[in-house]
Nanobody, 124 residues
Framework: QVQVVESGGGLVQAGGSLRLSCVVSGRTFSRYAMGWFRQAPGKEREFVATINWSGGSTDYSDSMKGRFTISRDNAKNTVYLQMNSLKPEDTAVYYC?????????????????WGQGTQVTVSS
């Protein structure tokens, strides 16, 4: 049984930083790509960032590029999302997801395993 557990959300002022963590158990973590998605109130869930199996390839949504960094530690079965220069519009529930692919990918349908989400609130 695959489990995906996020942590690290919270309340931060605009311009601040947060680092989200996501631990995966129940599968060989190092074989698969990972992704972060988010859902703001009243909006559809959207892609944030993805990283390939080795950590050597990443992809970001344009609105996060340059502010967010995704990374992974395969020895710890953990993927991270470092979020800097946070804006009020970054307020959302952030979800970590485990893919069925090795390559970094944005397509939600290729992520069968999801965490419960962690709330990030950015105050102005």
């Amino acid at each position: 049984q695959v489990q995906v557990v996020e942590s690290g959300g919270g309340l931060v002022q605009a311009g601040g930083s947060l680092r989200l963590s996501c631990v995966v158990s129940g599968r060989t973590f190092s074989r698969y790509a990972m992704g972060w998605f988010r859902q703001a109130p009243g909006k559809e869930r959207e892609f944030v960032a993805t990283i390939n199996w080795s950590g050597g390839s990443t992809d970001y949504s344009d609105s996060m590029k340059g502010r967010f960094t995704i990374s992974r530690d395969n020895a710890k079965n953990t993927v991270y999302l470092q979020m800097n220069s946070l804006k009020p519009e970054d307020t959302a529930v952030y979800y970590c997801a485990a893919s069925t692919t090795t390559a970094a990918i944005r397509v939600e349908e290729l992520y069968p395993y999801w965490g419960q989400g962690t709330q990030v609130t950015v105050s102005s």
